[in-house]
């Protein structure tokens, strides 16, 4: 049999089998790319000129965790009766948000401070979860084919979304054709123009036209590259002259590879900002022992002799204990956490008190008044405070302590809420943890939001995300989105990484086999078969070599230690006394910045904006 015949085949059983089981199992996560080369000839004449090409590739992971006992029939809910303060973290949220800090936290000093190191045992190496036995087990990506359509035009969408409906389940034909909600998962700009093309058609005559119950996420790995950008853009700036920044940090260390375009140096970067937040947790913790260097021994009083030969549930105390002064103290702000838990809760007891119309607008808060306002906004707000003194809830989410005027030390304390949240989700990524991962992608939220235009997509996907979870989807399937977010290589704890990374290294094989056929790349049917042959003979050779005991040289290359730079940074640290607070310590380039990007966040404005989208899906407004 031919491998068109095979691929063929495979189409067709995957339709016949869920037309007979299209509501009882799950079946994949649909995953595409854009696939963009360049090659520049030789010999150059007005007809023969560079060669471009544009494909897009498409791939499938199976689902390594479901719920058959789930309803699929109807969404969970209706957009207008899910409540906007389900899609921001809740105050249990934070507590848990919490927890996987100290962990966190606790792997780092116990690795670097020599003091703690006898403590190495009482760490948690793997955050375990509902699903941790099957997010262990192997999952594969299968690749599919290279499609000669571009995405960046609207036939070629078009032409992708028809081939990835190929491999969704349904029942029926024509106008009864009953298609099973399939996730296609991509980058952001991918997912953006897929559910563009696929509004444009929502007017058309059949299911299969319209694309029905084909929803689009966007992946994790390049939102996690949005996130490290989101960092750089406000706490790097080259050649800065503050001291204990990330800017002369990179001079610090000699670190000339990281670049302040995160796509263009990844690896680097990434490398750079975990550097960056290791050091500062040392910093912090050897501040809390009342230490000067990594190497030292702290005082009796604060390390007695007994705890090294204590119990394991002493030692674990004392190292959770010791954990959680440093988080307390400079990565999550209790009070803060507690003053915006209570203005959601007043934000919500306000829009219980709104009152509407016959025709939809909104009624000023004292009865004797009788205007009403279109939206219920800041003009509304703005009219009941200058006209009834009426109060609305304060935006305000750091509480306004004296150490705000001290601009290195609320640096610090900035950057380190931060990186920790970035840790936290690069983490659950890696124990396929699902519901941490929506937890960290509601904090992402508030500050993509802040972020401004710059962040604007990313925020509507992120938001959008949340909708499909919380409402859009139907149980089983928001289910199936939230857990398998992730592919594994090889069985054990730990080591998942997101679909479109896994996307990523498919597409590197591609493009070398294109470079290697040169200019017959540019013939359709022979790109084709190399494509079409790719899944099947990887699996061929992978099995050959394990059957014979073939042992694959490594590719992986000698990490050089980073624990001279980690050192040096943190004797900056110390010296400067960055993490204790001195009154009117100014940063010249970073003046009087706040110990959080989110200090002062608007509660209103989110809401506002939350209802705004609300209200484009209820009205068939926009595809995003």
């Known amino acids: 049999m031919s491998l068109q015949s095979q691929t063929q085949s495979f189409i067709t059983y995957c339709q016949q089998y869920c037309i007979l089981h299209v509501f009882l199992i799950p079946l994949l996560q649909l995953c595409f790319d854009n696939v963009d080369t360049h090659m520049e000839v030789h010999d150059m004449t007005e007809e023969y000129q560079n060669i471009d090409t544009h494909e897009c590739a498409i791939a499938f992971v199976p689902n390594r965790v479901s719920n058959n006992s789930l309803s699929t029939d109807h969404p969970q809910a209706s957009l207008k009766d899910l409540e906007n303060a389900n899609l921001l973290s809740s105050k249990e949220e934070y507590d848990l948000h919490r927890d996987n800090l100290l962990v966190l936290v606790e792997r780092i000093i116990t690795a670097d401070i020599k003091c703690l190191q006898f403590l190495k045992e009482e760490v948690i190496k793997h955050i375990i979860h509902a699903n941790s036995r099957a997010m262990s087990k192997k999952c594969h990506m299968t ?57 444009q058609l929502a007017n ?73 937040l290791e050091s500062r947790v040392l910093a912090a913790t050897l501040t809390v022992l009342h230490l000067e260097n990594l190497d030292d021994q702290p005082d009796e009083d604060i390390l007695p002799c007994t705890v090294l030969n204590a119990s394991r549930a002493d030692k674990k105390q004392f ?90 030390f609320n640096y610090q304390c900035s950057v380190l809420e931060y990186l920790m949240l970035c840790r936290n989700f690069t983490d659950a990524i890696s124990e396929g943890d699902g519901p941490r991962i929506l937890r960290c992608w509601k904090l992402f939220l508030l500050y993509l939001k802040v972020d401004g235009a710059s962040s604007r997509k990313y925020c509507v996907e992120g938001l959008y995300l949340l909708f499909q979870v919380k409402c859009l989807l139907s149980p089983r399937e928001a289910y199936h989105l939230v857990w398998n977010r992730s592919v594994k290589r090889k069985t054990g704890l730990g080591g998942n990484i997101p679909i479109d990374l896994a996307m990523e290294h498919y597409i590197r094989i591609v493009k070398l086999i294109k470079r290697k056929l040169g200019p017959n790349q540019t013939k359709k049917n022979t790109l084709q078969r190399y494509m079409k042959a790719l899944p099947f003979s990887k699996v061929v050779l992978e099995e050959f070599d394990e059957s014979t005991g073939i042992i694959k040289q490594s590719g992986k290359h000698t990490r050089k230690s980073d ?62």
């Open 319 to 408: 190292l959770r204990k010791l954990s959680g002064t440093v988080v307390d103290n400079f990565i999550l702000n209790k009070d803060a956490v507690n003053r915006a838990m209570q203005q959601k809760i007043d934000l919500e007891e306000e829009l219980l008190k709104v009152v509407k119309t016959d025709d939809g607008k909104f009624r000023c808060h004292e009865p004797s008044c009788s205007k009403v306002f279109l939206l219920n906004g800041k003009r509304k707000r703005d009219h009941e405070w200058k006209a009834h003194g009426i109060q609305h809830a304060v935006n305000a989410t750091v509480s306004d302590d004296p150490s705000e005027s001290d601009d290195m």
């Open 563 to 624: 624990a001279a730079d980690k050192s040096k940074i943190v004797q900056e640290l110390i010296k400067s006394k960055a993490f204790i607070p001195q009154a009117n310590r100014k940063y010249s380039v970073f003046k009087d910045i706040k110990p959080s990007l989110l200090t002062g966040f608007d509660y209103h404005s989110l809401y506002d904006w939350i209802d705004k989208h609300k209200d484009d899906i209820e009205k068939k407004r926009k595809a995003r």
């Open 143 to 199: 690749f599919l084919d290279v499609l000669p359509a571009n995405e960046n035009d609207n036939d070629g969408i078009i032409e992708i979304m028809k081939n990835l409906q190929k491999y969704q389940a349904f029942a029926g034909d024509g106008e009864q054709r009953l298609y099973k909600e399939q996730t296609v998962v991509g980058d952001q700009l991918s997912v953006e123009r897929g559910t563009n093309a696929q509004f």
């Open 204 to 276: 058309g005559f059949t299911p299969e036209q319209r694309f029905e119950n084909m929803h689009f996420e966007a992946a994790d790995f390049h939102a996690e590259m949005k996130f490290m950008q989101l960092c750089m853009d406000n706490f790097y700036k080259s050649g800065c002259s503050d001291r204990c920044t990330l800017g002369s940090d990179k001079v610090l260390i000699n670190r000339r590879n990281v670049t302040t375009e995160v796509k263009k140096r990844y690896a680097a970067c990434k490398k750079f900002l975990e550097v960056e």
